[in-house]
């Protein structure tokens, strides 16, 4: 079978791999089918992921069909469609003992530091399969791992419930991270970025409020989105200094701030305004079986859209010319797919 190698950044070579012919009493083989380009694979493309050695066969998000299973499997069969979390846990530390395995002290995450689904077919154990209903199509499956993300990070927050939310940064991510905001019952949710073209499509998938802060100053975008209520939720997913710079600015006094961006370079924060300002600071590392569930469920629910979100596909043998193609679109481009 094919496998695609990321042996150092930028470079993704293929070799011939041996399909997997055995499979454990509670193992899954998996036929991979769609695999999402997602933004911690681009800096992992630049060399700038920091915690990603090489080589490193990636893929993190996906969607496949059940090829076969194991004789003691019983959640899912040949044929179906499914999809798994990603996080090799220790299942023994305090994290894992808490159910916080998201968090697990050593966790490895396939595609990053353990290898990732890049190939035609890919063994996971039951326990992590979370099986895809037949009404949603393979992409909508493979946008089921971003999406928990947005699931988890939306429940960070001391609330959200009847709040005024700000998300910055309007990619996959954050456009996710807005719609859960918005079905978790935010008053009002406003998404900013640099790209007219990031911002059309939140407006496509239902969010109305929108701010290019190259055009408008993030203050005064506020101000005319939420008037004198200003908002208690502010969301950093664009993993840039000047981003949490402005949320943590003028977010209301007692807010919270959750950081869902990756970091190129280590951001500051000052320490006595947050201090002083009593704001909430929560992180938010990826998610857990309950958030990819919940994914699903509003996905196949019509209550989060995706078909916006996906710019273009490309065949497995092209892998390399799709990274080369979201660096030429750069913020025009949204969710690339590589098909198997």
């Given at each position: 079978?094919?496998?695609?190698i ?17 499979l454990g009493?509670?193992e ?5 089918e ?9 800096h ?17 998000e996906y969607?496949?069909?059940?090829h076969?299973?194991g004789?003691?499997?019983r959640r ?6 499914a ?9 023994k ?6 159910g ?6 050593e966790l ?6 353990a ?24 992409d909508?499956?493979?946008l ?6 947005g ?15 700000v998300v910055?940064?309007a990619?996959?991510?954050?456009n996710l ?5 918005r079905a978790?019952g ?9 790209s007219d073209?990031?911002?059309?499509i ?19 975008g ?8 200003g ?8 993993g ?8 943590m600015?003028h ?7 959750v950081?869902?961006g990756v970091?190129?370079?280590n ?6 305004f947050?201090?002083?300002?009593e704001l ?10 309950e ?13 989060i859209?995706?078909?916006?979100l ?6 497995f ?7 080369q193609?979201?660096?030429k679109q ?8 590589i098909?198997?």
């Amino acid at each position: 079978m094919r496998q695609a190698i990321m042996t150092s950044p930028g470079v993704i070579e293929y070799r011939e791999i041996p399909k997997p012919e055995s499979l454990g009493s509670k193992e899954v083989l998996l036929k991979i089918e769609r695999i999402g380009v997602c933004g911690s694979d681009i800096h992992v493309f630049h060399g700038e992921h920091p915690a990603t050695p090489y080589p490193v066969v990636q893929g993190h998000e996906y969607s496949a069909t059940v090829h076969s299973v194991g004789e003691h499997v019983r959640r899912v069969q040949a044929g179906m469609k499914a999809t798994a979390w990603p996080q090799l846990v220790c299942g023994k530390c305090g994290p894992c003992l808490r159910g916080q395995y998201n968090a697990c002290q050593e966790l490895k995450v396939q595609g990053f530091q353990a290898p990732g689904v890049a190939q035609d077919f890919f063994v996971v154990p039951e326990e992590r399969i979370i099986p895809i209903p037949d009404s949603m199509s393979l992409d909508q499956g493979a946008l089921v791992e971003p999406a928990a993300v947005g699931a988890h990070s939306t429940g960070r927050t001391t609330g959200i419930t009847g709040k005024n939310v700000v998300v910055s940064g309007a990619g996959t991510i954050g456009n996710l991270v807005a719609q859960f905001a918005r079905a978790r019952g935010a008053a009002k949710v406003l998404i900013t970025d640099v790209s007219d073209y990031r911002l059309g499509i939140a407006r496509e998938c239902g969010i109305d409020g929108v701010l290019n802060v190259t055009e408008i100053p993030f203050e005064e975008g506020v101000k005319t989105f939420f008037g004198s209520e200003g908002f208690q939720v502010g969301f950093e997913a664009a993993g840039v200094q000047p981003s949490l710079d402005a949320l943590m600015a003028h977010v209301e006094k007692g807010g919270d701030i959750v950081i869902l961006g990756v970091y190129s370079e280590n951001p500051t924060v000052n320490m006595y305004f947050l201090g002083e300002h009593e704001l909430n600071l929560f992180g938010s590392m990826m998610y857990r079986k309950e958030d990819y569930e919940e994914a699903v469920k509003m996905i196949d629910s019509g209550k989060i859209i995706t078909t916006p979100l996906i710019s273009k596909h490309f065949s497995f043998e092209s892998y390399l010319e799709a990274y080369q193609y979201i660096e030429k679109q750069g913020k025009l481009t949204m969710k690339v797919m590589i098909d198997l």
